[in-house]
């Protein structure tokens, strides 16, 4: 009869212990649970960034058509090369927006882009440094509290997701996120 207890071994050594086997394993593991967290990490931050963008874009269309409606103003929307602008008319011409709070002109952060639809349409950003070009909006927002029927997506260079802000004929406005290219 042999004289050992179950946690030793034949020699009458511990065996408490991982063996390297066990361990490599458990290494691996961890080792492959981090990499995909790094790299949800990675894109959430620019979903989160491009949802900001696209939020921070719909209330300020809000907000542009509240004020055309409350003003008795016609206003406009148009994208810019690097981002977008507000525009007013004023005496017969389009004017920017300039120092006007909420509804000044922006630029968009690195990676991210517009693409405008007015009416089904793609239309491509103006260029408004020309101070010679006359000023016309893509987007009409009017006093009446119609507007045109527009979509904007905020997209990120080489990243499929995007946010698409759609707004109809009534002045109403609608945010979705999707996540297939289109």
């Not at 361990?23 to 949800?40: D, P, T, Y």
Request: proline share 4%; charged share 25%.
């Amino acid at each position: 009869m042999s004289s050992q207890t179950p946690d030793q071994g034949p020699r009458g050594q511990a065996t408490a212990g991982f063996t390297l086997i066990e361990i490599l394993v458990v290494v691996v593991i961890i080792g492959v649970l981090a990499s995909f967290a790094v790299l949800s990490i990675g894109t959430r931050a620019l979903d989160d960034r491009m949802e900001t963008e696209a939020r921070r874009l719909q209330e300020l269309m809000t907000l542009a058509l509240d004020e055309a409606v409350l003003q008795g103003a016609e206003l406009g929307f148009i994208q810019t090369g690097d981002g977008y602008a507000f525009l007013a008319l004023k005496d017969g011409k389009w004017l920017h927006l300039e120092g006007a709070g909420a509804l000044r002109g922006r630029a968009l952060a690195d990676p991210f882009y517009l693409q405008l639809r007015v009416e089904g349409r793609a239309v491509a950003p103006l260029e408004t440094d020309d101070e010679d070009v006359e000023l016309k909006p893509q987007v009409l927002l009017l006093s009446s509290g119609e507007a045109t029927e527009f979509s904007l997506a905020v997209r990120a260079h080489d990243y499929a997701p995007h946010y698409l802000l759609e707004g109809d004929s009534m002045g109403r406005l609608k945010l979705e996120r999707k996540d297939t290219p289109a």
